[in-house]
C-alpha cells in the first residue's frame, strides 16, 4: 500500500512538471467540469499531497484507512491552497490599470513647457506607474513647476493647474 501512495504522489509531481513544461494540459481537460480552483496545479498538488502524505502515514505504522484519510485531507487542503493561489495570479493586475477618470486630482510635474494656447507634457504617477500627458493650463507652465489635473480632456490629455504649496 505504501508504494501505490508513493506512485500517486508521484503522479502528482509527474503531471505538475508536464503541466509546468507543456502549458496547462490538464488545465483544458477540465474546462466543462467545474469551478477555476479545479486547475492542473490543483490537481496536481491534490495528488501529490494524498500520495506522499498517506505513505508518511503508513511509514508510521498506521492503518490504510486512516492513512487515505490523512492523505484526503492533506490532499484537499493542498488542492484548495493551490487552486485559489493560481486564480488569483490569473486574475490579478486590475487594480493597477491606469484609468482616464482616476488621474482627476492626482499631482504631477511639468516635464515639457505647457503655453497657454497649446499642449505640453506632465509626468504623472497613476496606479504605480509613471505616465506622461498631454497637458493643457489655464497659464503658461515652466518644466519643474508642480501641478494637480483638473480634467481629464481624453485619453491622452489632461488639464492641469498650478499645485499650491
Same mark, same amino acid.
Given at each position: 500500500?505504501?508504494? +501505490?501512495?508513493?506512485v500517486i504522489g508521484g503522479v502528482g509531481i509527474l503531471l505538475l512538471l508536464v503541466s509546468l513544461?507543456?502549458?496547462?494540459?490538464?488545465?483544458?481537460?477540465?474546462?466543462?467540469?467545474?469551478?477555476?480552483?479545479? #486547475?492542473?496545479?490543483?490537481?496536481?498538488?491534490? =495528488?501529490?499531497?494524498?500520495?506522499?502524505?498517506?505513505? =508518511?502515514?503508513? #511509514?508510521?505504522?498506521?492503518?490504510?484507512?486512516?492513512?487515505?484519510?490523512?492523505?484526503?485531507?492533506?490532499?484537499?487542503?493542498?488542492?484548495?491552497?493551490?487552486?485559489?493561489?493560481?486564480?488569483?495570479?490569473?486574475?490579478?493586475?486590475?487594480?493597477? +490599470?491606469?484609468?482616464?477618470?482616476?488621474?482627476?486630482?492626482?499631482?504631477?510635474?511639468?516635464?515639457?513647457?505647457v503655453p497657454e494656447d497649446g499642449y505640453g507634457m506632465v509626468s504623472v504617477v497613476a496606479a504605480?506607474?509613471? +505616465?506622461? =500627458?498631454?497637458?493643457?493650463?489655464?497659464?503658461?507652465?515652466? #518644466?519643474?513647476?508642480?501641478?494637480?489635473?483638473?480634467?481629464? =480632456?481624453?485619453? +491622452?490629455?489632461?488639464?492641469? #493647474?498650478?499645485?499650491?504649496?
Amino acid at each position: 500500500m505504501q508504494v +501505490t501512495m508513493l506512485v500517486i504522489g508521484g503522479v502528482g509531481i509527474l503531471l505538475l512538471l508536464v503541466s509546468l513544461v507543456v502549458g496547462d494540459v490538464v488545465d483544458g481537460f477540465l474546462d466543462g467540469i467545474g469551478p477555476d480552483l479545479l #486547475s492542473g496545479l490543483a490537481v496536481s498538488g491534490f =495528488l501529490a499531497a494524498f500520495g506522499f502524505v498517506g505513505a =508518511l502515514v503508513l #511509514s508510521g505504522g498506521a492503518s490504510a484507512t486512516v492513512a487515505i484519510i490523512a492523505g484526503l485531507v492533506a490532499g484537499v487542503a493542498v488542492a484548495l491552497a493551490a487552486g485559489y493561489a493560481s486564480r488569483r495570479l490569473m486574475r490579478g493586475g486590475d487594480e493597477s +490599470t491606469v484609468r482616464s477618470a482616476g488621474l482627476v486630482g492626482l499631482s504631477g510635474t511639468v516635464v515639457e513647457p505647457v503655453p497657454e494656447d497649446g499642449y505640453g507634457m506632465v509626468s504623472v504617477v497613476a496606479a504605480g506607474h509613471i +505616465t506622461r =500627458l498631454n497637458a493643457r493650463a489655464d497659464e503658461p507652465l515652466g #518644466s519643474g513647476t508642480a501641478v494637480v489635473v483638473t480634467a481629464v =480632456l481624453s485619453p +491622452t490629455s489632461v488639464r492641469v #493647474s498650478r499645485r499650491e504649496a
